[in-house]
């Protein structure tokens, strides 16, 4: 939020009368048997009845009350205050005001942050991970010190490698960042419609049995928010605030770049909630943009409330100065669709807005119901939650040996070998008689969560994992912190370098570089990191493995060089078992296999403006394009790169070598489905295809294990089209799978690719097109051409 709106910013007032501490005695609504003979308790009613009935109850003024973050009770009918906001990105977090660990529940698991969770690859994780977060919510919110709604995942599209909250999305691919929103959202928000393991590695859509009705109580666990509707990444860059930006997004990149991990969050992963952003788009504040919040609830269906950023309504007027004043913004945000603002701004604005017949009692009442849909569907409005199927969990369920181990699973597969001269690593337990470990972070286990981190469990330093397998460990911090102003720790480092057998430097950034309202200038290390570094590589007997911290990419080209560094590793935040994962993974009882899920590009990049949303590259212009699917400059890692203590040849097993675009093409043709130049087809949009079935195949992909060690290994399938339509990306990620590979084993698995979703992009009118003629789809330095015709 705003740093100058003094609103609630930490303080906790939540279902007060629900904490254990407390005297009073509990309010539940639909309480038997005095409250239950209100329709809005009567369960055999239609979901949207029940709340319609609930609104009929209110007074406006208590309706106006219900459309804040912090919204008030109605004791007369049983209603208890509700704090909607609740954070869980990577475990419960304490950066909204619903979750607090001032109780019986004083800490949670802190799983590695999102973008190294990405980094697996590997949808299962994704989805035990939020399975596991959600039981820890409902058992904090079981002892009142959480709430059911949490605004998480963050699903934008990090699409500038200085943005400071790229840490905690899943990457700069849409098709990764929609793989993940599903397997979060679907993981997460429990109930039905889940999908079944193994199904996650294939792309089908899941057939919704519930898509005529309005859900039904109990049918959410919790529920999850896809945000930041929509191109949201930019926090501060020069005059450009996340407040005051207008995104200026062409048609063609909203459709295939900034919205592909929206819709698939709502569509196939039922979110029941979506946040409108700051930033304006195309001129037009998210929050008040009518369009924008139509897409995701009229043709993704969402079935749940849109939320604001906090704030994001009084910015509206106050940094976007869209309207002139607080009531119009108030009328344009409602009219347009949202229906809940995280802050006070509509809580002292909207009535107003009524007397001045800018807002009717009715653009509330639409708000209301999707709001008390929820909250029904929570199962908010059945009696004492707590007598319910999630009633039991508690304390016990939380930080249990099983969460923790899978905090552990979740680092170990992110974790991102990008360099091994020679075969370096991993050490020898049995060689090596003493380590130095260097770094202003290696020695500090708090900051190994990133953005959004709550209380873990346990907080085990980097060094505390390599003591647990080397005694004689010693350490220095070499800088005072991650800024690194001074060498004056330079001396000290170098010296227990020198004496050691073994010596692992921990660089790169922290939340003091990248992190909500601060976005990087530099890709560098900062201050004297790198000095640090090739000074202790220069002392040290052999050469040293240097550990990457951060979420955002380095320029470590200085590193990738060296002779001196002959290891690197990138951990990114690894979260509260992060200390154990990279030592187990530099003593070679984990083989790595983390992929990188964004590109590390070289400082230069820094020249591109931040402001500038285009994707394709603009070479007319000097601009580079940006991500793997369009950036045309040089690279210090690509996208997919990580690399592993084995190799990996693949075959393809099976894959089509031509497919055909059935249904009637001449209806196709008619209703202007095909472009066509003189005699020859170009492409078909994918919203005339008459049926995308024929157009779906499977790949079957044989991985071998070429080396001595067993290992995860992610298998990562491409696309390039044929270039018949402008702005046709280089290549895109069609599919994707991790599989658990033998040393000297093959493993085969089956990608299923969706030529409509997947093979297609938009054209320069923001319409999906799928090209006709020869696709080439890479595998590893494999390659086969699929042609596509009609
Ligand atoms: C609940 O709703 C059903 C369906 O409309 C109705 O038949 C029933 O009488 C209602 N129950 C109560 C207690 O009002
Ligand atoms: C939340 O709203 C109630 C009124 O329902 C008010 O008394 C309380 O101070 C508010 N809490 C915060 C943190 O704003
Ligand atoms: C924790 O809760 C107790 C009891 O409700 C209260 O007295 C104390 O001030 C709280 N501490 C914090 C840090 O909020
Ligand atoms: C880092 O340390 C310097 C002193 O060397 C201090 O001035 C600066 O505020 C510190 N930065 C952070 C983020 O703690
Ligand atoms: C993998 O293969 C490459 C090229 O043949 C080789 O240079 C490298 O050492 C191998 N790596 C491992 C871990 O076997
Ligand atoms: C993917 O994650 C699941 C859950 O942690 C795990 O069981 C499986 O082994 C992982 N697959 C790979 C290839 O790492
Ligand atoms: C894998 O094959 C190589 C070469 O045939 C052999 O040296 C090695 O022992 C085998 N490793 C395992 C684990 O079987």
Not at 97 to 117: C, E, Y
Not at 402 to 425: H, M, P, S
Not at 548 to 570: R, Y
Request: charged letters at 20%; aromatic letters at 10%; a negative charge.
């Amino acid at each position: 939020m705003p740093p100058h709106f003094p609103l609630f910013f930490f303080v906790f007032f939540f279902l007060s009368s629900f904490s254990s501490s407390s005297t009073r005695k509990p309010l539940f609504p639909c309480e038997p048997p005095k409250q239950n003979s209100y329709q809005f308790c009567n369960t055999s009613l239609p979901i949207s009845s029940r709340a319609r009935s609930l609104i009929s109850h209110l007074t406006l003024q208590e309706k106006i009350r219900q459309l804040s973050n912090n919204a008030s009770a109605v004791p007369r009918l049983g209603i208890p205050a509700y704090q909607w906001w609740s954070e869980s990105l990577h475990g419960l977090a304490t950066n909204g005001p619903g979750v607090s660990f001032n109780g019986s529940i004083a800490a949670a698991a802190a799983f590695p942050q999102v973008l190294l969770m990405a980094a697996s690859f590997n949808r299962s994780l994704w989805s035990s991970v939020a399975s596991a977060v959600a039981v820890e919510a409902r058992a904090m919110y079981n002892y009142g010190q959480a709430g059911l709604t949490f605004w998480a995942p963050n699903v934008n599209v990090f699409r500038d490698p200085r943005w400071g909250r790229g840490q905690e999305t899943p990457g700069e691919d849409p098709m990764v960042g929609s793989a993940f929103a599903v397997e979060f959202v679907k993981g997460f928000q429990g109930g039905n419609g889940r999908i079944e393991s193994g199904i996650g590695e294939k792309i089908r859509v899941l057939e919704d049995d519930q898509d005529d009705d309005d859900g039904k109580s109990g049918d959410l666990m919790l529920s999850a928010c896809c945000k930041h509707l929509t191109a949201y990444d930019l926090e501060m860059w020069g005059s450009f605030s996340r407040y005051n930006f207008n995104a200026v997004i062409t048609d063609q990149d909203f459709e295939d770049t900034y919205q592909p991990p929206f819709r698939s969050c709502v569509q196939q992963g039922k979110a029941s909630c979506v946040m409108c952003s700051y930033n304006a788009v195309n001129g037009v504040p998210a929050c008040a943009q009518k369009d924008l919040l139509a897409q995701a609830r009229d043709k993704w269906g969402l079935k749940g409330y849109i939320t604001s950023d906090c704030d994001a309504v009084a910015t509206v007027l106050e940094y976007q100065h869209y309207t002139k004043n607080p009531e119009d913004a108030v009328a344009d945000v409602l009219k347009a669709g949202m229906d809940i603002n995280c802050g006070t701004y509509l809580l002292r604005h909207t009535l107003a807005a009524i007397q001045q017949e800018k807002v009717l009692e009715e653009d509330i009442d639409r708000a209301l119901i999707n709001l008390f849909s929820v909250q029904i569907r929570l199962g908010l409005f059945d009696g004492d939650p707590r007598k319910g199927k999630y009633g039991r969990l508690g304390p016990q369920d939380v930080c249990t040996s099983e969460t923790k181990k899978l905090a552990l699973e979740a680092a170990r597969q992110g974790i991102v070998l990008l360099k091994n001269d020679k075969k370096f690593l991993p050490l020898k337990k049995d060689v090596v008689s003493s380590l130095a470990v260097i770094g202003p972070l290696a020695d500090d286990g708090t900051k190994l969560g990133g953005g959004y981190t709550g209380v873990p469990c346990s907080q085990k330093s980097l060094f505390d994992g390599f003591r647990d397998y080397v005694k004689k460990t010693s350490y220095a911090a070499g800088c005072f912190n991650v800024s690194c102003y001074s060498d004056e720790g330079f001396d000290e480092a170098i010296n227990i370098a020198k004496e050691a057998d073994y010596v692992v430097v921990v660089a790169g950034i922290d939340l003091s570089q990248e992190t909500e309202d601060h976005d990087r200038v530099s890709l560098l290390l900062p201050g004297k990191q790198m000095a640090l570094v090739s000074s202790v590589a220069a002392a040290s007997k052999n050469p040293v493995i240097l550990v990457l911290t951060g979420g955002g990419p380095l320029d470590v080209l200085f590193a990738e060089k060296s002779p001196q560094i002959a290891s690197m590793i990138w951990v990114g935040y690894p979260g509260q078992e992060g200390g154990r994962a990279l030592a187990e993974i530099i003593f070679g009882d984990v083989n790595p296999g983390g992929r990188l899920p964004m590109t590390w590009y070289p400082e230069a990049f820094t020249n591109v403006p931040m402001n500038d949303m285009r994707m394709r590259a603009d070479p007319s212009r000097g601009y580079p394009g940006r991500t793997y699917r369009f950036y045309t400059g040089s690279r210090v890692y690509a996208f997919g790169q990580g690399l592993s203590y084995s190799n990996y040849t693949y075959r393809f097993l099976s894959v089509p070598s031509k497919l055909s675009v059935s249904g009637s093409f001449e209806d196709a043709f008619r209703e202007n489905a095909i472009h066509q130049v003189g005699d020859q087809l170009d492409y078909i949009y994918i919203d005339a295809v008459p049926s995308c079935d024929s157009l779906r195949f499977s790949v079957e992909i044989s991985t071998m294990n070429v080396g001595d060690m067993d290992g995860a290994h992610v298998v990562l399938l491409f696309s390039r089209p044929p270039k018949v339509v402008q702005g046709a990306p280089e290549k895109q990620l069609i599919g994707f799978s991790s599989v658990n590979t033998i040393s000297n084993g093959s493993t085969s698995t089956s990608i299923l690719v969706d030529s409509c979703m997947h093979l297609s992009f938009a054209n320069e009118k923001g319409r999906r097109v799928l090209p006709l003629g020869d696709h080439t789809l890479f595998l590893g330095d494999l390659e086969s051409t699929l042609s596509i015709e009609t």
